[in-house]
């Protein structure tokens, strides 16, 4: 069982820049490739990006593909999402998610994830 507790959201103005954290308890972190997904009042949970559990392979979303970096401290059990350039589309609830696996690779959005975090919220200004 992987508990995920994210933190770092807040109210920002367009145009800036935030690092949400998500920290995992337990001591199999690095078996777990990590996910980070958004969702927006009445719109549905959008995949934002994910990362390896190497953390060396990762994949995002078009729309933060450029302003958004997903990485990794496996030694923490910390995934980050350093987000620049924030717009006011950008505002949701952000989540990160967990998939158990032992391959290298960074998941896609259509895969079931396996532990989900409760989310930070993420408001962003014009």
């Known amino acids: 069982q992987v508990q995920l507790v994210e933190s770092g959201g807040g109210l920002v103005q367009a145009g800036d820049s935030l690092r949400l954290s998500c920290a995992a308890s337990?001591?199999?972190?690095?078996?777990?490739?990590m996910g980070w997904f958004r969702q927006a009042p009445g719109k549905e949970r959008e995949f934002v990006g994910a990362?390896?559990?190497?953390?060396?392979?990762?994949n995002y979303v078009g729309s933060v593909k450029g302003r958004f970096t997903i990485s990794r401290d496996n030694a923490k059990n910390t995934v980050y999402l350093q987000m620049n350039t924030l717009k006011p589309e950008d505002t949701a609830v952000y989540y990160c998610?967990?998939?158990?696996?032992?391959?290298?690779?960074?998941?896609?959005?259509?895969?079931?994830?396996?532990?989900w975090g409760q989310g930070t919220q993420v408001t962003v200004s014009s």
């Open positions: 990362i390896s559990i190497s953390g060396l392979k990762t």
């Open positions: 998610a967990a998939i158990s696996t032992y391959r290298d690779y960074a998941p896609s959005a259509n895969q079931r994830y396996d532990y």
């Open positions: 337990g001591r199999t972190f690095s078996t777990y490739a």
